[in-house]
């Protein structure tokens, strides 16, 4: 009889907004080459077989969103029973595994794809919710019986914020990334869809607007972008209504100074990510905290060189002077990241950005060069043999 795993987790297809979620999906299908796996999500009922979704219960006006996640944990951990083993992925599910675990008698897999302490600008979201989120994530750490790390650099930050982990139970398995749906495409719909011009250079910027991401950083570097350049901004979700006035403002205040500014506002689909990708001169990646950035494998996957943060686990994917440039930055140590200089932070990164605009070819060397390290280093089937290893460990099997 095969191990079952019952995977937790808040985003699954079709409702992902984050790396978080693209994780998940891309490693469950990779896992079920190993173990009986099932999927226990949030939102609407999904027609996978083994998936179930679970809805955050109704709770009386006004009550803190953190205490409906915590619903949903209770539900998800009643139907873990008869699972071997339970893997949750993000705050938002870890309580449902370490209440699985203590009621089941099962081992807890956590993997951290970030840590709450790291991301106080959280507090903005979720008010006293991140109390609540800091308090979870904390309990699920210490008690599991092992944790997953998507990067070293991850592995260190849980270790120091964390110093009751036991350092032995804590594993290194990167992300992963698929070639196939990751792939250059040289179509040009998106292109004409969203008025990007493909005969100028682009500078291409995809992730949700959120401190962490460093989009603000970004556009005050931009004024400083060869005027050549295009700045498409492929904007996710905000967090919060203040940085999104934030960078609205920001956005208004560079087009007046510079032409080539294209905002897309929500998640693209598939096909557009791609081709944006494909036709991009460089991919930028402003990050102040990033464990790792399944957003740069994307990018490399498309044949893309990548301008990217040397901070978290960045280092580990983008290789510096060969699929991009590293733009080093010294930050603050309160757990916001906030960079010490700010105006050499932009000036750096528009400097580095501008290296590669001027010089094409440099630009598509290190693109093939992207490729060929993402396909090389980061399968999702090795990932999964890893998570499996762990399993195995844990299972004595």
Same mark, same amino acid.
């Given at each position: 009889?095969?191990?079952?795993?019952?995977?937790l987790?808040?985003?699954?297809?079709?409702?992902?907004?984050?790396g978080?979620?693209?994780?998940?999906?891309?490693?469950?299908?990779a896992?079920?080459?190993?173990?009986?796996?099932?999927?226990?999500?949030?939102?609407?009922?999904?027609g996978?077989?083994?998936?179930?979704a679970?809805?955050?219960?109704?709770?009386?006006e006004?009550?803190?969103?953190?205490?409906?996640?915590?619903?949903?944990?209770?539900?998800?951990a009643?139907?873990?029973?008869?699972?071997?083993?339970?893997?949750?992925?993000?705050?938002?599910?870890?309580?449902a595994?370490?209440?699985?675990?203590?009621?089941?008698?099962?081992?807890?897999?956590?993997?951290?794809?970030?840590?709450?302490?790291?991301?106080?600008?959280?507090?903005e979201?979720?008010?006293?919710?991140?109390?609540?989120?800091?308090?979870?994530?904390?309990?699920?750490?210490?008690?599991?019986?092992?944790?997953?790390a998507?990067?070293?650099?991850m592995?260190?930050?849980?270790?120091?914020?964390?110093?009751? =982990? &036991? #350092?032995? +139970?804590?594993? $290194?398995?990167?992300? *992963?990334i698929?070639?196939?749906?990751?792939?250059p495409? @040289?179509g040009?719909?998106?292109?004409?869809?969203?008025? =990007? &011009? #493909?005969? +100028?250079?682009? $500078?291409?910027?995809? *992730?949700?607007?959120?401190?962490?991401?460093?989009l603000? @950083?970004?556009?005050?570097?931009?004024?400083e972008?060869?005027?050549?350049a295009?700045?498409?901004?492929?904007?996710?979700?905000?967090?919060?209504?203040?940085?999104a006035?934030?960078?609205?403002?920001?956005?208004?205040?560079l087009?007046?100074?510079?032409d080539?500014?294209?905002?897309?506002?929500g998640?693209?689909?598939?096909v557009?990510?791609?081709?944006?990708?494909?036709?991009?001169?460089?991919?930028?990646?402003?990050?102040?905290?990033?464990?790792?950035?399944?957003?740069?494998?994307?990018?490399?996957?498309?044949?893309?060189?990548?301008?990217?943060?040397?901070?978290?686990?960045?280092?580990?994917?983008?290789?510096?002077?060969e699929?991009?440039?590293?733009?080093?930055?010294?930050?603050?140590?309160?757990?916001?990241?906030?960079?010490?200089?700010?105006?050499?932070?932009?000036?750096?990164?528009?400097?580095a950005v501008?290296?590669?605009?001027a010089?094409?070819?440099?630009?598509?060397?290190?693109?093939?060069?992207?490729?060929?390290?993402?396909?090389?280093?980061?399968?999702?089937?090795?990932?999964?043999?890893?998570?499996?290893?762990?399993?195995?460990?844990?299972?004595?099997?």
């Open positions: 009889m095969r191990t079952r795993v019952d995977l987790t808040k985003e699954y297809p079709p409702e992902v907004y984050g978080a979620g693209v994780h998940v999906a891309e490693l469950a299908k896992l079920r080459d190993f173990v009986d796996l099932r999927v226990r999500c949030f939102g609407a009922p999904r996978e077989e083994g998936v179930s679970y809805r955050e219960p109704y709770l009386a006004g009550a803190n969103t953190a205490l409906r996640t915590l619903g949903a944990n209770v539900e998800m009643a139907g873990c029973a008869g699972a071997d083993l339970v893997h949750s992925h993000t705050w938002y599910a870890n309580a595994g370490h209440l699985a675990a203590t009621l089941h008698g099962v081992p807890h897999v956590v993997t951290t794809h970030s840590l709450e302490p790291l991301r106080p600008w959280k507090a979201q979720l008010g006293g919710g991140y109390a609540l989120s800091s308090w979870v994530e904390r309990t699920a750490l210490e008690h599991a019986d092992a944790v997953i998507v990067s070293h650099a592995r260190e930050d849980v270790l120091r914020v964390y110093p009751d =982990v &036991d #350092p032995d +139970r804590v594993h $290194v398995v990167h992300n *992963g698929d070639m196939a749906a990751h792939r495409d @040289h040009t719909a998106a292109l004409e869809r969203y008025g =990007v &011009d #493909p005969g +100028r250079p682009i $500078v291409l910027f995809v *992730g949700r607007v959120t401190r962490q991401k460093g603000s @950083h970004l556009l005050r570097a931009a004024f972008l060869d005027p050549e295009q700045l498409v901004l492929c904007c996710g979700r905000p967090d919060t209504y203040e940085i006035v934030e960078t609205a403002a920001l956005t208004d205040e087009s007046v100074s510079r080539g500014v294209v905002r897309v506002d998640m693209l689909d598939p557009s990510l791609r081709q944006l990708l494909t036709h991009a001169t460089v991919f930028v990646c402003p990050s102040l905290y990033e464990p790792m950035g399944i957003v740069n494998l994307e990018a490399m996957a498309c044949g893309t060189a990548v301008v990217a943060t040397a901070t978290g686990g960045i280092p580990e994917v983008v290789a510096d002077g699929t991009g440039l590293l733009v080093p930055v010294e930050q603050e140590q309160d757990g916001t990241g906030t960079p010490l200089d700010p105006k050499r932070f932009a000036s750096d990164l528009a400097a501008n290296r590669l605009v010089d094409p070819g440099l630009a598509r060397t290190m693109g093939a060069a992207g490729r060929a390290r993402a396909r090389e280093r980061f399968g999702w089937d090795l990932a999964a043999r890893r998570v499996h290893d762990v399993y195995q460990g844990l299972l004595g099997s």
